[in-house]
């Protein structure tokens, strides 16, 4: 089970795909989601690879991986986020020690190709993960006060309440 965060906990910011380097205008994206997740009273901790480059990759899979690995099993690391997707975190998964995972469970967020990062931590520890928000695009680019405050919700009270998110048409169940 996830415990609830607390102001002045860290969050890990990891690259387990593609590198920041190849996104235009990724040191203002990330300096601006950075800047909301500190807003929210946490400490912010980049992997050592998160910021890296290997080809079109955010490092060698075997150091994407350590940071995958080590923001799980580092104590003071309450829950970890992704940079963005990608197109290759499934170089990851046969190396991947679900133990670790298991063992240490916390929130983790991605989207696109962390889907298959989020899909199998499920699959092979049961823990929940949320798609939808990384860094640079879900913060750095998109967050809206809607955003912020789900999220807020969801790392402090660890429930994900749902508002209508003006001017967005009302849902229904079929």
């Not at 190849?22 to 009273?41: C, M, R, V, Y």
């Not at 490092?59 to 309450?78: N, Q, S, W, Y």
């Not at 798609?131 to 998109?142: P, Q, V």
């Amino acid at each position: 089970m996830m415990e609830s965060l607390k102001k002045g906990d860290k969050i890990a910011i990891i690259s387990p795909s593609a590198s920041v380097l190849d996104t235009p205008d990724s040191k203002e994206l990330l300096a601006h989601g950075e800047e909301i997740l500190t807003d929210l009273g946490l400490k912010v901790v980049y992997g050592s690879n998160a910021k890296e480059k290997y080809f079109y990759k955010a490092g060698r899979p075997e150091d994407r991986l350590a940071d995958l690995e080590e923001a799980f099993t580092d104590p003071e690391i309450k829950a970890v986020l992704c940079t963005q997707g990608g197109e290759n975190s499934n170089e990851l998964l046969s190396h991947i020690d679900w133990d670790k995972i298991k063992n240490n469970p916390k929130y983790f967020f991605g989207s696109s190709d962390i889907t298959v990062l989020l899909n199998s931590i499920y699959a092979k520890t049961g823990m929940t993960s949320f798609h939808g928000l990384d860094l640079i695009w879900g913060l750095g680019k998109n967050a809206t006060s809607y955003t912020i405050n789900q999220l807020r919700d969801l790392l402090f009270t660890d429930k994900l309440t749902y508002y209508p998110c003006p001017g967005y048409p009302i849902w229904r169940t079929i």
